[in-house]
């Protein structure tokens, strides 16, 4: 089951939740919403991600720095049906690796189409 959660990066062990307008919660009053607005750009990780490490976000974002802590982890969730990790890059340059259950994840790609 997904954790709903930041687990890496900005805003880490910060409640993710919002099935309109998906949000991190870094206080229970303080969303950051994500939307075109505050996200430059995002990146679903997949095992295929994690092994290759193919794509310039990927290397950039989750790669190194991030994804070595939790690398075991992103690689066990993203086998788990229902549960994502998206690399999240924010227009303010801070960056987090979210893992949403699948309510979640079509919410946050409805916002960020």
């Known amino acids: 089951m997904a954790q709903n959660k930041v687990i890496a990066g900005d805003y ?19 969303p ?3 939307t075109k607005e ?3 750009s995002y990146e679903v990780i997949t095992e ?3 092994k290759s490490a ?10 190194g720095a991030l994804l070595g802590p939790v690398g075991l982890l992103v690689g066990l969730t993203a086998k788990t049906k229902g549960t994502h990790v998206i690399a999240i890059e924010f227009k ?6 979210i893992e949403i259950d699948e309510k979640l ?6 916002r960020l189409f």
């Open 92 to 97: 303010d340059g801070k960056k987090s690796l």
């Open 54 to 63: 193919a794509s310039g976000i990927t290397r950039g974002l989750v790669g």
């Open 12 to 30: 880490e062990g910060s409640i993710v939740m919002g099935f309109v307008t998906p949000g991190i919660y870094p206080t229970p009053k303080t």
């Open 38 to 40: 505050n996200v430059n």
């Open 48 to 50: 295929e991600h994690r």
């Open 32 to 34: 950051i919403e994500l």
């Open 105 to 110: 994840y079509k919410a946050l790609i409805k």
